[in-house]
C-alpha cells in the first residue's frame, strides 16, 4: 500500500511540480468555484453541500496520504509542506467539514444558497494556505482572506439585524487588527530587509541581534495586537460575543474552532520560532512576560464574564475566550513540551465547543430559543442532545477523563515540565491561575447542566433532533471520550509537529 501511494505522489509531482505541496488547498479552491456553479445547475443547495463536503473528505484524504509519503516540501517559495501544516490543515478540514455536515439541515442556514458552501470551502483553503505560508505576506493575505469570508458569513442572515450589526463590528475591528498587523510586518521588514521567516537570510535567522532594536519591538507588538483580535485574547475580545450571537450558530461554531485556530497557528509559527531562536535573550524573556499576563488576564475575563450571561451563544463565545487564554500559555512557556500540550488542546476544543455548538443548532432547528431558560428540563425534551451538551460542557471545564481534561492536564504540566524531565517553577503562579479558571468555569457549565436537568420544562413536547445533527452529536461525543482516555495517536502527531515547529529555529 505504501508503495502505491508512493507511486501515486510521484506521479502527481511529475504533472503538479512544487504544486503537489499545495495540493489539498487546491481541492478546496475547486469547491469554491463549483459550489455556486453547481447550484445555478441544480437549483437545490443540497448538491452543493455535497460537493463541498466530499471534497473537503478528498482533501482530507490526500493530506494524510502526503503526511506518510511528503516528509518536506516546498512551494513556489511561499509555501512549505510538513508535520505541523499538514496537522493543521486536518484541523481546519475536520472543523469545515463538521459545518457543512450541519448546515444543510439548520432553520438558520437552509435558505443559503451556493455562494454559503463556496464561503466556507473558500475560508478553509485559506485557512490551510496560511498554515503552510512562510512568508509575512503570504500570511497576511491568506488571513484576510478567511477575515473577508468570515464577514460574509456573518452577515448571510439578511433578515435578522443583529446579523448585519455583528457583520459591521466585525468588518470595523478586523480592518484596524489588518492595519495593526500591516503596520507592525512593515517595522519588521524595514529592519531586517526579509519578509520571509525561515532561511538563511530571514526573519528568524536575524532575530539574535534584535535584543536592542526599537523598530523591531513596535513590530511585533502591533503584529501581537493585529493576531491578538483573530484568536480574541484580551483586550481585543470585543467582538466576539456579538458576532457569535448575530452569526447563524454554525457559522458561529466555524468560527469558534475554526478561525481562532488559524491565529494560533500564525502566531506558532512566527513568534514562538522567532523567541525561540533568542534563546534566553532579554527581549525572550520580556515576550515570555507579555504573553504569560495576556494568557491570565484573557483567561480569568473569559470565565467571569460567562458567568453573568443568559444567552447559551454569548456563554460560549466568552468560554471561548477563556480557552484562548489556556492556549496562550504556549506562548509564555515556549517549550516543547507545552507546543504539544497546545496543539492537542486544539483539537479537543474542536469536538468539545464544536460540538456544543453543534447540539444548539440541532435545538434552535427543532425550535428552542437560545436563552439559558430555554434549556429548562430538556433532559426530558431530547435527553440525547441534553446528554451530549452536558459531557461538551464538562470537558471544557476539565473534569475527568474527558478529553478537556487530559489536554488541560498536558497543557498546564507541559508548563512545569524540563527537557531533562524535572519540574521548573517559573510558570508554577501561570498553571495556578489556569486551574483556578477552570474551577470557576465549572460553574457557569454546571448553570446550563441544572437547566437541562434539574429545572422543570414549561412543557413536556419531544424536540424533533434531525440525523445529521444526531450524526454529528454523535462523532463529537465519541471524540470528546477517545480523546480523552486513549490520546496517545494523536499525542504522537502533535509531538511530530512540534518538532517540525522548533525544527525552524
Known sequence: MADIFNSMIDALSDLLGQGIYVLPEIILMVAAVLSPLLYFITKKGTASAVLTFVLMAVSAVVTCIMMHTVTYGTAFGLFEFDAFSSLMMLLFLAVGGLTVFISQGHVETTKHKGEYYALIAGAVAAMMFVASATNLVAIFVGVEVVSIFSYALVALKKNDPRSSEAAVKYLIIGALSSALTLYGMSMIYGVTGSLDLYGPDGIVAQVS????????????VGMIAGYGFKI???????????????????????????????GFAVILKIFLVMFVAMETGVLSEDFQMVFAILAAI??????????????????????????????????????QYAVVGGLFHMFTHVVMKGGAFVVVAALITAGLGERISDYNGLAKRAPFAAAAMMLFLFSLAGIPPLAGFTSKFILFSGALATPAGGVDLTWLWLVLVAVLNSAISLYYYARVVKAMYVEKP???????????????????VIGVIVLGVYPNVLLDLCSTAADALFALV
Open 232 to 262: 480574541s485574547a484580551v483586550p481585543f475580545h470585543s467582538w466576539s460575543p456579538d458576532v457569535y450571537e448575530g452569526a447563524s450558530t454554525p457559522v458561529s461554531g466555524f468560527l469558534a474552532t475554526g478561525s481562532k485556530k488559524m
Open 298 to 335: 484573557t483567561m480569568t475575563v473569559g470565565n467571569v464574564v460567562a458567568i453573568s450571561q443568559t444567552n447559551i451563544k454569548r456563554m460560549l463565545a466568552y468560554s471561548s475566550i477563556a480557552q484562548a487564554g489556556y492556549i496562550l500559555i504556549v506562548l509564555a512557556v515556549m517549550s
Open 458 to 476: 414549561q412543557t413536556e413536547e419531544r424536540l424533533p433532533i434531525g440525523r445529521a445533527f444526531t450524526v454529528a452529536i454523535a462523532l463529537c
Open 209 to 220: 541581534v534584535m535584543a536592542g532594536n526599537w523598530p523591531f519591538i513596535i513590530g511585533c
